[in-house]
């Protein structure tokens, strides 16, 4: 959703639809604010993440505010900056729960890929090509004996 879509809508209808949303471009600070707001009103428990002056507003809006260390608005704003060494534990954190969804994933869910799937067949006829072929053939039936 952009700035442009955040403008047209009233309070009520964005504060729906924010919470369905992922992303959010090219937004005014004015809109990050009012978003948080928003969501907050309706319960929710908001964090944000900026690193420059345009997010000083939403920063002070959400329950949770996180300046980046490089931010010179950190200390203005009364913010205790977290070390570099924290963003880099997140990331390594958040690669290593990838890995572990990705092999979660092959684990449980892959298949065996040395058997190819077998289709039972009676008299080595498919059934449906034995249903067909009572449509086709004017004699008995291929494969039976008896009626």
């Known amino acids: 959703m952009t700035g442009t879509d955040i403008a047209a809508l ?20 004015e809109q990050k604010a009012r978003l948080i707001r928003l969501l907050r009103r309706r319960g929710r428990d908001v964090g944000f993440l900026g690193d420059g002056v345009n997010d000083a507003l939403a920063l002070h809006a959400a329950d949770v ?55 039972r067949r009676r008299d080595h006829v498919h059934h449906m090509q034995r249903r067909a072929s009572r449509f086709s053939h004017q004699g008995p039936l291929p494969g039976r004996t008896g009626r």
């Open 65 to 119: 505010g996180i300046a980046l260390p490089s931010s010179p608005l950190s200390h203005a704003l009364g913010f205790t900056t977290l070390p570099p060494v924290f963003f880099l534990t997140l990331t390594g954190m958040v690669i290593a729960y990838l890995i572990l969804v990705e092999s979660a994933k092959k684990v449980f869910f892959a298949g065996p890929v040395d058997r190819p799937p077998t289709v």
């Open 10 to 29: 009233d309070d009520d209808v964005l504060a729906a639809v924010a919470e369905t949303t992922t992303i959010f471009a090219r937004v005014s600070p």
